[in-house]
């Protein structure tokens, strides 16, 4: 009798976002004045990341931009929410009113079955948008190489432990290599020109980037967060 593999909780979602809106964004990146060396949550440092970075949620000129890509990792979100619902109901009681009036726990096979509006709404009373960086790197020299996860203690009201998932779109995929290469599971997602990758963003899904070859990689990429306690915990 044979067993069921277990999941890994990566997910892929091809044709998330249009080949023209993957290369429009690659042209305004190219563009912009805005580049700047990438960082990691420790700072400046070459040896662990090795990019060209625009943290376009801090411009405004880009706004639009941030609703493209979120537009498309939303309606991957939804895809991952149904399938890992557990993501939202592990870690809250959650629960929604029935046609009686009576409030019900929500469960994982209820939250499967919510229609679109509804499952919009769960997400956001639970989850809400991190901000985007687009990433560019070059061809045999730019890379993610360190072994990193996405929840980390920092100075910044903790934000960085409210990551609930990473997500990547590529917008690229003319090079050799250049996986998002997951330690744990023992896994390489090879990139394809707007796919989307969603992963949980803990110390088991720990990852890196490889280094492309023959071609640069440019991606966009963010988290889903979970609400801040007194969002969630609001009276009302």
């Not at 619902?85 to 994982?108: N, S």
């Not at 901000?131 to 045999?140: F, G, H, S, T």
């Not at 360190?146 to 100075?155: F, G, I, M, R, S």
């Amino acid at each position: 009798m044979s067993r069921m593999t277990p999941p890994d909780f990566i997910e892929v979602y091809d044709h998330a976002l249009p080949p023209e809106a993957c290369r429009a964004l690659i042209e305004r990146f190219q563009a912009s004045p805005e580049v700047q060396r990438g960082e990691t949550g420790s700072g400046l440092d070459l040896s662990l990341k090795d990019s060209w970075d625009i943290p376009i949620s801090r411009h405004p000129a880009w706004a639009d931009a941030c609703a493209l890509l979120n537009d498309a990792v939303i309606a991957g979100f939804k895809q991952y929410l149904r399938r890992y619902a557990h993501l939202a109901l592990a870690p809250l009681k959650l629960q929604m009113q029935q046609p009686d009036g009576r409030l019900a726990l929500l469960d994982a096979e209820r939250v499967a079955s919510l229609g679109d509006e509804h499952l919009m709404g769960l997400i956001a009373k639970v989850f809400r948008p991190g901000a985007i960086n687009l990433q560019r790197y070059l061809a045999d020299q730019g890379g993610y190489p360190y072994w990193h996860c996405e929840q980390y203690p920092k100075l910044d009201q903790g934000e960085a432990l409210h990551r609930a998932v990473l997500w990547t779109i590529y917008l690229n995929d003319d090079f050799a290599e250049g996986e998002t290469e997951f330690l744990y599971q023992g896994r390489k997602i090879t990139p394809r020109t707007g796919s989307l990758l969603i992963a949980p963003g803990g110390f088991t899904h720990t990852h890196r980037g490889n280094r492309p070859r023959g071609g640069d990689k440019y991606i966009a990429t963010s988290w889903v967060l979970y609400q801040r306690a007194e969002s969630l915990f609001a009276p009302g």
